[in-house]
């Protein structure tokens, strides 16, 4: 028998805040709708793109009359990419208010990610199912994966599988990719009139989904707060037994906000924010210095110890570390990768690399320690190309470091001792127990998805906004997706896509690290965060991300 903890039970009593609008019951949500929107960008191409479902109005709903449709809904969804805590709380929310609509509307939820709705696999949601689900983390509830739904054929198996089912709407939590492709999905289904309605949720920990009308994916805000804890536990141990520093990597494949709010929320000595690695393209000696200074400033005090924090993607931000991923794959390509593999050595391999890199991206290849040299060669994807994800960069950074150190000894100009640990965290995050905010604001996008529904909008993303206030004071409605857009170049096309947001340089929470991060460097400044609260005072347990709070000026720059 499944044994179920503590927490889990009381977790599920626990009773999600809406935004004061949709408070008063299903009968007492009425929708105002606003201005008519325009693409971020590249107007006419979007528009052309999306004749039936661009330009449409922005959406706010209100406490008044329920003036929606009656009909029958069944209504799918879809948990689309990596798990981010709070997911299970947007289905639950999804489905109560379907059901407090009618309690003959129907919720089927595929099963494994997109494929599930291609493969038509899936389950019907009733309270018994649900209410296990209610509050926690994880996925598991229908399971998630990472297939694309993006070519006419996928859409049109998706359009079979709807009209079997009498499927009315679909529901996508998933990221910008994810979102991009609900948009597309729903410009087919309107241009096919099958009556079938598409709402997005945004999810992902990367906090990376975010514009002017999303102020955060859901995730982020657990996700961080778990990482931080950590973090803040490694701290106070490094300050306890002071002998180590400690190099953690912490998840976010491209974007840095991840980083940059555990550095918020911890003050470590170093914190590299690839975004500002690339505008000031520094290079990987350059990045290594960064930390070296900190080292050596700290080893001057008597203090041989320090925390690092390194974002996922970090790499692919230092300019000539992307050139020679782009020489290696192509070295590699096609067949050449057979003639590379057949060498017996290590050293004849070197000399395959050698003759087959220019010298500048060889020279890059050199300084990197012989264990991710091998990394580079050894991991690779489906297409041959290098697994930048796997790079163990805080390996690398450390191991950059101890070179630089041993020089510097070599001149007198450091006498410090250099021990080092590692960790990643990334999937410890991605699956807590939702914050109250996370489980707040779930339930809460879950439930405004299922309005959007109920009012006929299609190719929406849902949305609840003014998140830094109690969440009586949030603002539920929608934006169309196509409002999000712009053109951008993938794989040598020119796409619609929703804009990846990248940590702005210019942006508070960058300005607020920026200003703090020399004394943290040379001083030991740690902050503990402890674990995430879910019972006692709101302002321990309702507190939101600080980069949410720098963002809405409810923290002091
Ligand atoms: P999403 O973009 O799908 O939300 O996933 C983000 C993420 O958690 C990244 O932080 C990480 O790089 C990646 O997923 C790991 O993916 P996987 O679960 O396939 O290992």
């Not at 107007?43 to 009909?71: D, M, R, V």
């Not at 003959?104 to 997109?114: A, I, Q, R």
């Not at 993006?150 to 709807?162: I, P």
Request: proline residues 3%; negative net charge.
């Amino acid at each position: 028998m499944k044994e179920l903890s503590a927490l889990q039970i009381a977790r599920y009593q626990y009773v999600p805040k809406l935004p004061g609008m949709l408070r008063n019951g299903i009968k007492e949500i009425s929708v105002k709708e606003g201005e008519a929107t325009q693409s971020v960008a590249d107007q006419e191409k979007i528009k052309a793109l999306f004749p039936n479902t661009y330009g449409k109005k922005e959406i706010t709903f209100e406490k008044g009359e329920n003036t929606s449709e009656t009909k029958k809904q069944v209504v799918g969804v879809i948990l689309s990419g990596g798990q981010a805590p709070g997911g299970h709380n947007v289905v639950c929310g999804l489905y109560d208010a379907l059901k407090a609509t009618d309690k003959d509307n129907v919720l089927l939820g595929f099963k494994g990610g997109p494929s599930g709705l291609l493969e038509d696999s899936y389950i019907e949601m009733t309270d018994e199912y649900i209410d296990q689900y209610r509050n926690t983390g994880g996925f598991d509830i229908i399971g998630s994966g990472r297939t694309k739904l993006e070519t006419e054929e996928q859409f049109a198996v998706a359009e079979e599988v709807c009209r079997k089912h009498g499927i009315t709407a679909i529901v996508i939590i998933g990221g910008d990719d994810s979102n991009t492709n609900a948009a597309v999905l729903a410009e087919y289904f309107a241009a096919h009139n099958s009556g079938v309605q598409v709402i997005g949720c945004p999810k992902t920990i990367d906090g990376d989904l975010k514009n002017e009308d999303i102020e955060c994916s859901f995730g982020f805000d657990t996700a961080t707060k778990t990482y931080s804890e950590l973090i803040g536990n490694i701290e106070r141990d490094c300050n306890s037994a002071k002998k180590y520093w400690h190099f953690i990597k912490v998840m976010g494949r491209s974007a840095s906000h991840v980083a940059l709010e555990c550095a918020l929320e911890t003050q470590p000595n170093v914190c590299l924010i690839g975004e500002e690695v690339a505008a000031k393209k520094m290079s990987l000696s350059d990045v290594a210095d960064v930390i070296a200074d900190s080292v050596c400033k700290r080893a001057a005090k008597g203090m041989n110890f320090g925390v690092v924090i390194v974002p996922e993607g970090i790499v692919e931000f230092v300019p000539e570390f992307s050139s020679l991923i782009a020489e290696i794959n192509e070295l590699l390509a096609g067949e050449k990768a057979d003639a590379f593999n057949a060498l017996a050595s290590w050293d004849e391999k070197l000399g395959f690399i050698k003759e087959g890199l220019t010298k500048e991206a060889y020279d890059v290849f050199a300084i990197l320690p012989q264990g991710i040299q091998q990394q580079l060669f050894l991991e690779r994807d489906p297409h041959g190309n290098v697994q930048v994800s796997l790079i163990e960069s805080e390996k690398l950074f450390s191991a950059l470091v101890r070179d630089k150190l041993d020089a510097l000894k070599k001149e007198g100009k450091y006498k410090g001792k250099y021990s080092t640990q590692h960790h990643f965290f990334g999937y410890e995050g991605r699956c807590a127990f939702p914050s109250n905010f996370d489980a707040d604001y779930c339930y809460s996008l879950g439930y405004n998805a299922f309005m959007l529904i109920q009012y006929g909008y299609n190719g929406y993303l849902s949305k609840v906004s003014n998140l830094s206030a109690p969440a009586e004071e949030w603002v539920a409605g929608g934006m169309p997706i196509t409002k999000m857009m712009n053109i951008e170049r993938r794989h040598g096309q020119d796409k619609p896509v929703i804009r990846k947001a990248l940590v702005e340089l210019d942006g508070n929470p960058f300005k607020y690290f920026e200003a703090h991060r020399e004394e943290w460097a040379e001083e030991t400044c740690y902050t503990y965060p402890g674990a995430i609260q879910y019972y006692g005072p709101s302002e321990v347990c309702d507190r939101t991300t600080v980069t949410l709070a720098l963002e809405k000026g409810k923290k002091e720059l």
